[in-house]
C-alpha cells in the first residue's frame, strides 16, 4: 500500500537528508517535505526532524503555524520524532535560560553538565558527537532487526528526562545514563540521527514506513 509521507518543514533541520534517507526505503510511497496543513492533515505518517536551538525551533514552528498540527498528529497517526523532534514534545528546556515547549509529555530538556570523564581520563566533550550504542528498553516495531545496542550517529548538548518511565524505549550512555528514544501508541522518537546512522538506521526508517498500528 502507497503511504503519504510528510517530512514537517518549519525553516530547521536536516530536511535533506531525511527526506532522502527516507525515501531510500520507502518503496512507491510519496514523501513531502511540507509546511502545508492540508497534506499533513491528510499524510499517512510524520517526520519531525529537528536540529538546533530549542528557542529558535520554537519560533520556527510558530511562525509556520505548526503548533496545533504537529500536536494532532502525534496523538493521531504514526509519526516519527528526530533529535530535536524529540526534545520539543517535553515541557520545557533549560536551553537560553529556559524555553517552554509543546507539552505532549511531562518533562524537561536538561544539558549535560560537562562533569563525566571519558575512558582517556579528560572530561568528555559537549557536544556529543558521534556513534554510540543505543540500549534498547523495551520491544517495539522500530527496533524490528536491530540489536540492542547497535550503534547510531548523535549530535547534541541536550537530553530528555520525561517524568514517565515507561515512556522510555531506548538508553545511551555519555558520561550519565540519558533516555534516547521514547514511545507511546502511534509515537516515537529518539535523540540520534537514523538518517545519518547507517545500516541501523535505514532499518529503523524501514521500519517506521512499514509499522502497522
Known amino acids: 500500500m502507497s503511504h503519504r509521507i510528510a517530512v514537517l518543514d518549519y525553516g530547521m533541520g536536516n530536511l535533506r537528508s531525511v527526506s532522502k534517507a527516507i525515501e531510500h526505503v520507502a518503496g ?66 533549560q536551553e537560553n535560560d529556559g524555553t517552554d515547549l509543546l507539552g505532549l509529555f511531562d518533562g524537561d530538556v536538561v544539558r549535560f553538565d560537562g562533569k563525566a570523564i571519558g575512558d582517556n581520563g579528560l572530561p568528555l566533550k559537549i557536544p556529543h558527537m558521534g556513534w554510540s550504542p543505543v540500549d534498547q ?25 520525561p517524568k514517565d518511565a515507561s515512556l522510555t524505549a531506548a538508553t545511551t550512555e555519555y558520561g550519565v545514563k540519558f533516555v534516547s528514544a521514547v514511545s507511546r501508541d502511534n509515537l516515537f522518537a529518539v535523540q540520534f540521527h537514523p538518517e545519518k546512522s547507517a545500516d541501523a538506521g535505514l532499518q529503523l526508517l524501514e521500519n517506521f514506513v512499514n509499522w502497522d498500528l
Open 137 to 161: 528498553s523495551a520491544g517495539h516495531p522500530l527496533w524490528n532487526g536491530i540489536d540492542s545496542g547497535s550503534r547510531f550517529y548523535f549530535v547534541h548538548s541536550y537530553h530528555v528526562k
Open 28 to 93: 512507491d510511497a510519496e514523501v513531502r517535505v511540507t509546511d502545508d496543513h492540508e497534506f499533513i492533515r491528510a499524510a499517512d505518517r510524520i517526520v519531525f526532524p529537528g536540529q538546533g536551538a530549542a528557542r529558535d525551533c520554537m519560533i520556527a514552528i510558530g511562525e509556520h503555524h505548526l503548533n496545533q498540527a504537529i500536536l494532532e498528529a502525534a496523538r493521531t497517526k504514526p509519526f516519527l520524532g528526530i533529535c530535536m523532534g524529540l526534545q520539543v514534545l517535553m515541557q520545557h528546556s
